[in-house]
């Protein structure tokens, strides 16, 4: 014992020289898709996706009306003709196998990871003016949790060594749209949309028998400014087009943190602040929606996503992201029934679609094939409804697997 107790203090100062000459633990190789700021899940389907989007294939261009578009594609909300309230629940499962300290060359596992998280996440209303539609909505867009592990190394009934690490943070997206329809066949719409985020990330190392502890502790909070433009064209009754562009963001990061070494005669803590500068890329989107019957619509979309010019600081430093460009596409069918119940005429929505989403990282280059489907129930009122996604990753051996689900209820003001 007194052997383990001599070489477990010359690892802790190694490590703490480590924490001082790097500024953290990255005793790691390459982590892939999960990075420290990677979201959970896809790099490329930033929320947030009600039913319609969801179940329709995460379209977000020409897809189904529920105020989600004025992140997307303001200039669809120009066809909002009565005022408009959405509300959305959503829950999330992804599974993970590499990912910070986790199967990098620190910590090991034999299986995949699961992360859930189940929250409201989107609010938004429409209300026609004139000539306008103005829209307001609030999003939690991006989620960048990671499955919290407890290592602890026992013998003889005794924790001898004690590992402990955890992340989360959220990127929350509040938005004011207005859009006007020029004519029957064009509208265009603008979105002035405020980010705001924070990652928060802890490791803790106990050597119980020596009353050892060291930590390493870190907050960054990130926050930035972008407009969305949106254009629609009706080129016929059946034919409708949509554009949408969201130009290049820098996000200013703000950091603070604690590296502290702790044992029954010693306390060292070092302190440190950071100011960083975040670039997301910019990215556009096609959308074309067919009529094919009055009940019956088919979505199909690409979008482009500049991942290249794509650059992140932590903590003072430039990280190494060799991210690949990005194109998405996704398609899916809305399928309409009509009923009477109670002296109202009900309509019931079908919702199915696919989304093919390669991820940037060009290291272990990896893709998502989802299968997306959904239904619900609504009259000219109220609308409830409901979509799940089933996501597939294949290209980094794992076979990750991922689920969403959203539920979603609007509130239309009487006929449309």
């Known amino acids: 014992m007194k052997i383990f107790r001599i070489f477990s203090a010359k690892i802790i100062m190694g490590w703490l020289f480590f924490f001082s000459l790097f500024g953290g633990i990255r005793a790691q190789s390459e982590t892939g898709q999960y990075t420290e700021e990677a979201p959970t899940g896809s790099w490329n389907l930033t929320g947030p996706f009600p039913a319609p989007s969801l179940g329709t294939g995460f379209s977000q261009i020409l897809s189904p009306e529920t105020g989600h578009l004025l992140f997307s594609n303001p200039a669809a909300l120009g066809k909002v003709s009565v005022s408009r309230l959405s509300l959305n629940l959503s829950f999330n499962q992804t599974q993970l196998f590499r990912y910070w300290l986790v199967n990098t060359g620190v910590l090991t596992t034999s299986e995949n990871l699961t992360f859930r998280y189940f929250r409201p996440d989107f609010i938004s209303f429409s209300y026609r003016f ?28 005794i924790t001898l060594r004690q590992l402990k690490i955890w992340q989360t943070g959220t990127q929350t997206r509040y938005a004011l749209s207005v859009a006007k329809q020029l004519s029957p066949q064009l509208s265009l719409g603008l979105s002035l949309v405020w980010n705001s985020g924070f990652i928060e990330r802890n490791l803790e190392e106990k050597w119980p028998p020596d009353q050892i502890e060291m930590s390493d502790y870190r907050y960054q909070k990130t926050k930035g400014f ?4 949106g254009v629609n064209y009706r080129l016929s009754e059946r034919v409708e087009f949509g554009f949408s562009l969201t130009p290049s963001t820098i996000f200013r990061a703000t950091g603070h943190s604690l590296l502290s070494y702790i044992t029954p005669l010693t306390r060292i803590e070092i302190p440190a602040q950071s100011s960083d500068r975040i670039k997301r890329p910019f990215s556009s989107g096609l959308g074309t929606k067919l009529t094919l019957k009055p009940n019956l619509n088919y979505y199909l979309e690409a979008t482009y996503l500049h991942w290249n010019s794509y650059s992140f600081e932590y903590f003072g430093e430039t990280q190494a992201r060799n991210f690949r460009n990005i194109l998405r596409l996704g398609s899916g069918v809305e399928y309409r029934t009509e009923f009477k119940f109670l002296g109202r005429t009900w309509s019931s929505p079908y919702y199915f679609g696919f989304c093919l989403d390669p991820q940037p990282i060009t290291d272990i280059p990896t893709t998502y094939y989802y299968l997306t489907f959904g239904s619900g129930i609504g009259n000219e009122w109220i609308s409830f409804l409901f979509a799940t996604a089933l996501g597939l990753e294949k290209g980094s051996g794992r076979n990750l697997k991922t689920q969403k689900i959203s539920l979603t209820l609007v509130f239309h003001q009487g006929k449309k």
């Not at 829209?135 to 990671?146: D, F, Q, T």
């Open 130 to 157: 004139r000539k306008l539609v103005i829209s307001v909505a609030l999003a939690a867009a991006e989620n960048y949790g990671r499955p919290p592990l407890d290592y602890r190394y026992v013998q003889g009934g």
């Open 226 to 229: 972008c407009p969305v433009f």
